[in-house]
């Protein structure tokens, strides 16, 4: 088992910036043998994946958030972050952490995460 805790979600206005983390506990092997992700859900949309992360630290962004925000994960500590940067009012979601191997995944219960002015 996994467990997945979210922080760091706010209000923030337009051009700000917000720092999310996520907290694993439970199955070490699980937690430093996944690929982690952020995904987000705006209001009437679908779930998108906004970030990775694999094992090795290779990184895949969303087209939308290229240059703004950055992945990162301290194996160390069994957290995985989101640096979002020059957010803009598109960027309004609910922000899940994700741990996922070939034939598991977990999720975390999200964050939400307002840009507003």
């Known amino acids: 088992q996994v467990q997945l805790v979210e922080s760091g979600g706010g209000l923030v206005q337009p051009g700000g910036s917000l720092r999310l983390s996520c907290a694993a506990s439970?199955?070490?092997?699980?937690?430093?043998?996944?690929?982690m992700g952020w995904y987000r859900q705006a209001p009437g949309k679908q779930r998108e994946l906004v970030a990775s992360?694999?094992?090795?630290?290779?990184?895949n962004y969303a087209d939308s958030v290229k240059g703004r925000f950055t992945i990162s994960r301290d194996n160390a500590k069994k957290t995985v972050y989101l640096q979002m940067n020059s957010l803009k009012p598109e960027d309004t979601a609910v922000y899940y952490c994700?741990?996922?191997?070939?034939?598991?995944?977990?999720w975390g219960q999200g964050t939400q995460v307002t840009v507003s002015s």
């Open positions: 994700n741990a996922h191997a070939s034939n598991w995944d977990h």
């Open positions: 439970g199955n070490i092997f699980r937690i430093v043998s996944s690929t």
């Open positions: 992360i694999t094992t090795a630290g290779n990184t």
